[in-house]
């Protein structure tokens, strides 16, 4: 297993729609085991392809399905650890109801958190890593986090959820950090994904 390089904007493969899987074999396997390995060093609770350069409809998260449900618990102390870990292939969401808000952090939008409003109950149907069809429901902070991921395989990400002069003054921010080198010592407020 290896870790890959993460991607941030505003490189153009996080603006792309991704393509689906047309088969999934040894190299998706592969990808899906890197993306855990990459997503767990961040240390993140999701990680979508697109992130990592791979523009194709794959995903992991640190949040877990159980008997068809991904439930947040009360006092989730696993949460984003290597005990959790669910890997979807060309996900679709085929029920979603329900509000709710939660801060969101991403991986590939260093150093920014966004209030975004999302359906609390989802049922979403994906390939597992053995080509197999399933379906889960996920609820509350967890259908937060599978909505998030699916986002980046559309080409979404955070900074397309801020206002046109927030967005141009956070990347700005962010080329002129770069220029500079890391040392800025501002964290995201919840793990990124
Ligand atoms: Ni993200």
Do not use: W
């Not at 941030?8 to 085991?33: G, M, N, T």
């Not at 292939?89 to 590939?108: K, Q, Y």
């Amino acid at each position: 297993m290896a870790i890959l390089p993460i991607y941030e904007v505003p490189h153009p493969i996080l603006k792309q729609v991704a393509a689906p899987v047309a088969r999934v074999d040894e190299r998706v396997v592969r990808l899906l085991e890197d993306m855990a390995e990459t997503m767990y060093a961040a240390p993140g609770i999701g990680l979508a392809a697109p992130q990592v350069g791979v523009s194709e409809r794959i995903l992991v998260t640190a949040v877990p399905v159980r008997e068809g449900v991904s439930r947040e618990e009360e006092a989730d102390e696993e949460l984003g650890s290597r005990s959790y870990l669910t890997e979807l292939v060309n996900p679709v969401i085929t029920e979603a109801d329900g509000l709710c808000v939660f801060d969101e952090g991403c991986l590939s939008v260093p150093d920014m958190v966004v209030e975004v409003e999302r359906a609390s109950r989802i049922v979403i149907e994906a390939l597992d890593r053995h080509g197999q069809l399933f379906s889960f429901e996920a609820h509350g902070f967890y259908a937060v986090v599978f909505q998030h991921e699916m986002d980046h395989l559309d080409g979404r990400t955070l900074v397309d959820r801020l206002s046109p002069l927030k967005r141009r003054m956070y990347l700005k921010k962010l080329k002129k950090r770069r220029r500079n080198g890391p040392g800025s010592d501002e964290r995201p407020a919840v793990a990124g994904s």
